[in-house]
């Protein structure tokens, strides 16, 4: 079965660049979409296809996805922005999930 | 504005049943594919299942394949999994999700049913 790996936890101080990657055999031939969950919430959408901000989300949230790796880059990094975050994308009709990268802002 | 709102879960033994539904609102709700992913306490997002907006394709996990079925009454607004032969690696937060539109995001959540399977 497919599977999308991501690193456990990312830290970045506030007003830095945080990058989240997620991993998966020739994952740019796919679209990835990235979740942010922040404690008892339920997930909201940040990018899909790849690049694209749902309306709402802010600027400071991109996306790009090439080869095997599909990256995720919150410029400029708030407080609020800690939460885990996840990667998705679809092989064979099934949704993958990658394993969630917990983002720290300290 | 679009809900999703989830009930159904509860405690149920090992072996046992529950339905699970999603009462959709807010938008044209035959016109969108809907899913069903699922959170174990502490753990990362698992897929569950989909289906399409009549209701004539579904999809489903490995891990729920002939165990679960997913479901839709687009005159109700609701979707349905129906979950059999439980066991404790299905204890979870059970969430409907919407589809944006291209089949694969979810851009609506609900917020969730906790389904608990224990002795």
């Known amino acids: 079965s497919y599977e999308l790996t991501q690193p456990p936890s990312v830290s970045v101080s506030p007003g830095q660049t945080a990058t989240i990657t997620c991993s998966g055999d020739?994952?740019?031939?796919?679209?990835v979409c990235w979740y942010q969950q922040k404690p008892g919430q339920s997930p909201v959408l940040v990018i899909y296809q790849d690049n694209k901000r749902p309306s709402g989300i802010p600027e400071r949230f991109s996306g790009s996805n090439s080869g095997n790796t599909a990256t995720l880059t919150i410029s400029g990094t708030q407080a609020m922005d800690e939460a885990d975050y996840y990667c998705?994308?679809?092989?064979?009709?099934?949704?993958?999930f990658g394993g969630g990268t917990n983002l720290i802002v300290l | 504005e679009v809900q999703l709102l989830e009930s159904g879960g509860g405690l149920v033994q090992p072996g046992g049943s529950l339905r699970l539904s999603c009462a959709a609102s807010g938008f044209n709700f035959s016109s969108y594919v809907m899913n069903w992913v699922r959170q174990a306490p502490g753990k990362g997002l698992e897929w569950v299942s989909a289906i399409s907006g009549r209701g004539g394709n579904t999809y489903y996990a490995d891990s729920v394949k002939g165990r679960f079925t997913i479901s839709r009454e687009n005159s109700k607004n609701t979707l349905y999994l129906q979950i059999n032969s439980l066991t404790a690696e299905d204890t979870a937060v059970y969430y409907c999700?919407?589809?944006?539109?291209?089949?694969?995001?979810?851009?609506?959540w609900g917020q969730g049913t906790l389904v608990t399977v224990s002795s």
């Open positions: 998705q994308a679809w092989d064979s009709s099934t949704g993958v």
């Open positions: 999700a919407k589809d944006l539109g291209s089949g694969r995001e979810f851009d609506r």
């Open positions: 020739k994952l740019g031939d796919k679209y």
